[in-house]
């Protein structure tokens, strides 16, 4: 059984920092890359950023460049994102999604969701004051 469980979510001023995790289980992990997306209230999901399990290559979205990096640490199955800087418009529920890596175009530079293969329950992120 495929599982992805986030964690890490929680409540920061800005300009404070998080780490997201990602734990996966039941995958064959050099399979695949491992995205990260989030949802505002009202808006529509979007990603944020992705990595490649196999080599580890990194992938950002507009929102995440130069704030926030992607990490794995392939021994715990495990996917990071640090977020640095937050600012209010961070606020999300973050969720970490897995697809196959053949897919890599699609899942790590169009985001396109319906590639994904599995999703965590997302983890909620609140950024204020």
């Known amino acids: 059984q495929v599982q992805l469980v986030e964690s890490g979510g929680g409540l920061v001023q800005p300009g404070g920092s998080l780490r997201l995790s990602c734990a996966a289980s039941g995958l064959f992990f050099d399979d695949y890359a491992i995205g990260w997306f989030r949802q505002a209230p009202g808006k529509e999901r979007e990603g944020v950023s992705c990595?490649?399990?196999?080599?580890?290559?990194?992938y950002y979205g507009d929102s995440a460049k130069g704030r926030f990096t992607i990490s794995r640490d392939n021994a715990k199955n495990t996917v990071y994102l640090q977020m640095d800087s937050l600012k209010p418009e961070d606020t999300a529920v973050y969720y970490c999604a897995a697809g196959n890596a053949i897919l890599q175009f699609n899942l790590c530079v169009l985001y396109n969701e319906r590639d994904y293969d599995y999703w965590g329950q997302g983890t909620q992120v609140t950024v204020s004051s």
């Open positions: 990595i490649t399990f196999n080599d580890g290559t990194t």
